[in-house]
């Protein structure tokens, strides 16, 4: 990947990307010691021979190791093509990377939209915004008490969890029907008349708010221009205890496949927010188009035209 400009990076498309499954965790082989056999021989000339000492292992050797497990450090940029993969085969209409949402400084990792054909025109359905960590503590900040708020966390999501299938017998009439996706459907837990149930929401709420202020994730959230919060990180680095409400979980397999942990639940987000999105997506994927073409916009709004990228050759 080599950077071209300020703002536009350049993807070797066609080089071999490294996985964590081609590299070779072998422990290093330590030289052996031959033991000759005792030859016969006249007894005067038979005399003790010193112990032959087993050579050290070069210290190249045993520095190979963590060269090694430095390398299988996750690739932000292999999980990237994951998730746009995934987002594709899963029919997304439009996505871009590095997508602003309310400011130009708080930028969703990836952002995709879908939308359906009806009477000859496409209609917005949903939009959806996946974050991407590569590191734990990118996630979870540190903070005082930390531990103990994700164990009170934690059993208060087990309580909820226990009100809210007791509230689907007792309120069938909360169940969402119209949804993007089969296996998001959920119900409408906000229109419960339980209120011990709104009192619990309240206090995970508290605790939510504690854990993760200041975060990308509380930023991208308080933005409300997606229906569906998405954090995809490597396998087994997050549990789904540890997220924040309403978000879903990804997890970015070594062979780039996406296996889904938890589902994003629907957030309230109006049609003038879910349009916002939409633009700042058809406007990240400009610059990369222009990029691969060729075009460049200067500040003074003048256009320089150059050859367009091209892969290195093998």
Known sequence: MKKSSDKQLFFDFDAPLASQAELDFSPVEEPQTVVQQPVEAPAESISETPAVAP?????TASAAVPAVEKSAKPDKFGMLQAVLAYLAQSDASGAALQVPCRLKKFQADVAAYYSCYRKRINHLERTLVVDVYTERKQCLPESAGRSAMLEEL??????????????????????????????????????STNKEYHKLCRRITSLQRSLYKGTRMEQLARADVADYLVMAVPENMLTEKEIPDSWGLWYIMPDKSVKVVVNPALQECSSES???????????????????NGVKIKSNNKAKFTRPPRARRK
């Open 55 to 59: 050579e050290a292992v070069p210290e």
């Open 154 to 191: 934690a059993d208060l999501r087990e309580k909820r969890s226990a009100m809210e299938q007791l509230i689907r017998i007792d309120e069938p009439d909360l169940w969402v029907e119209e949804e993007l996706f089969d296996e998001f459907r959920t119900f409408d837990y906000s229109r």
């Open 274 to 292: 879910r349009l916002h999105l939409v633009q700042n997506i058809g406007h990240a994927a400009l610059n990369c188009v222009l990029f691969a």
